[in-house]
């Protein structure tokens, strides 16, 4: 008895030893092999096309009410067409990355938080590439789940922020803006986890090429080491040449910096402790075993292999707001470029369009007005 009971111990032994080390095989597996930390049958990708498109353009309403006091728009019944469902490569996965305007001084006031930096990281395992596309914070478009467009950074608002659904209204919201392009995965983080990264780092040697002050804190041109509060400081100064575009090229370019280094001081490895160290003020739904994949990943990477991007629009005033309206034919090439992809898009909402509706629009207003003088005289 006391033999088969010993053998019986032996044996279960063994089996959870070897289900151990199974286990411990296909997580090293996918580490090694980072597409399969992303197999499409562990998660359930999030379908666009949900976000409403309203019927009339709202940028007319908008814009009228610049022109002519009062004015109401009329509106049309153009139907609108949903974004088609792509057939990604299983070897792709798509990543939001937000940057929360949130600190611990917006914190302590109680103000909201709103996505101030949307860049969405395409990762390709197949040709070892990624690609960053920035969006403008105040890219005119429709928000996910309201009947309304609006800057794209509200939509984090629109959804409660990080208490409720403010990553499902922004990973809709730019999916449906980038024509259906399937987003697989969200990191959020806020102003405090920035300045945490950078100093665990030890800073990071850069080439500033702008002087400012920011909040008392003055920051001068050249290669300097800079600490976690300097970083955010140059990624959050739009007051230069370029405005918000000048900004996202600064932060796309740092990003660049930072990994370059974290490469060259072999910190890549240490991303899965960086991040157990931060978990504070850092959102996301990848997984640990995830994240370890994309570090591993980013060793086979080079600065070559990584390509910039952002959409591109114009600034206008509607409403006495500033909003970026964007170039719908320069996105769809862009999608194309990046995706592989033609998306449709509704011309009434390109930026040429719209600045030709309204230069039409102040003729005729003009024109009135003329016409209403000579009358009267």
Not at 139 to 165: H, L, P, Q, V
Request: with cysteine; hydrophobic share 40%; proline share 4%.
């Amino acid at each position: 008895m006391d033999f088969i009971r010993r053998r019986w111990i032996l044996l279960t032994s063994l089996a959870l030893a070897g289900a151990l080390i199974a286990a411990g095989a296909a997580v090293a597996l996918q580490i090694i092999i980072p597409r399969r930390a992303f197999d499409r049958s562990l998660f359930e990708r999030n379908r666009p096309g949900e976000t409403p498109t309203p019927d009339f353009p709202e940028w007319k309403a908008l814009a009228l009410r610049d022109l002519v006091e009062g004015g109401v728009a009329q509106p049309t019944d153009r139907p609108v067409e949903p974004p088609v469902d792509y057939d990604f490569s299983k070897n792709r996965i798509n990543i939001l990355v937000l940057g929360l305007d949130s600190s611990d001084e917006r914190v302590a006031a109680g103000m909201s938080f709103r996505s101030d930096t949307i860049i969405l990281v395409s990762v390709n395992f197949t040709d070892n590439t990624v690609d960053m596309l920035s969006i403008p914070r105040d890219t005119y478009t429709a928000i996910y789940n309201k009947d309304t467009r609006n800057k794209i950074n509200s939509a984090f608002s629109f959804g409660g922020g990080t208490a409720k659904d403010g990553f499902k209204y922004s990973i809709n919201t730019v999916s449906a803006f980038l024509g259906g392009v399937p987003i697989d995965y969200y990191v959020g983080f806020d102003m405090n986890v920035v300045k945490q990264v950078i100093n665990i780092m030890g800073g990071v040697w850069y080439d500033v090429d702008i002087s400012f002050t920011m909040a008392g804190r003055p920051m001068g041109t050249g290669y300097q080491l800079l600490n976690g509060q300097q970083v955010l400081d140059y990624c959050r100064w739009r007051y230069s040449a370029g405005g918000d575009i000048g900004r996202i090229d600064r932060q796309q370019r740092m990003l660049t910096t930072i990994f370059q280094q974290l490469k060259s001081t072999k910190q890549i490895k240490n991303i899965p402790d960086i991040y157990a160290a931060i978990t504070e003020g850092l959102y996301t739904n990848l997984e640990t075993v995830q994240i370890a994949a994309l570090a591993n990943f980013m060793l086979t990477l080079g600065v070559e292999n990584i390509d910039r991007h952002t959409v591109q629009g114009e600034s206008m005033m509607m409403d006495d707001i500033s909003y970026y309206v964007i170039d719908q034919q320069k996105k769809q090439q862009l999608i194309k470029k990046i995706f592989g992809i033609t998306i449709t898009y509704d011309p009434e909402e390109d930026v040429n369009y719209i600045k030709q509706e309204l230069e039409r629009i102040r003729k005729e207003l003009q024109a009135a007005i003329t016409e209403s003088r000579a009358l009267q005289e």
